[in-house]
Nanobody, 121 residues
């Protein structure tokens, strides 16, 4: 009943920037923690950053100040601003959200379909 949809991926040159968006829709009572993850070919999915409802965030060490996570609760949307992109950032990027759904007895962790980010010259 609730779904997440990512957008903003694409092809970018090394050193470039992209901003990813993920919007939740459906019978939402409350969205708790939201986050961004990525999965490169042949590797496991890894967490990039997570953010609470009030904007408290945590980042993976490999980000090194290049990425910024933010959210707009009124729009049910989480963003990932990526700068100084490197070829090793090439991956499918996924958003995740822990959602309280009205009428459902417990929260559910949901995934978006993913958006491809390719960093290449």
């Amino acid at each position: 009943q609730v779904q997440l949809v990512e957008s903003g991926g694409g092809l970018v040159q090394p050193g470039g920037s992209l901003r990813l968006s993920c919007t939740a829709s459906g019978s939402i009572f409350r969205i708790n923690v939201m986050g961004w993850y990525r999965q490169a070919p042949g590797k496991e999915r890894e967490v990039i950053a997570v953010i609470s409802r009030v904007g408290s965030s945590n980042y993976a060490d490999f980000v090194k100040g290049r990425f910024t996570i933010s959210r707009d609760n009124a729009k049910n949307t989480v963003y990932l601003q990526m700068t100084s992109l490197k070829p090793e950032d090439t991956a499918v990027y996924y958003c995740n959200a822990d959602v309280d759904i009205r009428g459902v007895p417990s929260s559910r962790g949901l995934w978006g379909q993913g958006t491809q980010v390719t960093v290449s010259s």
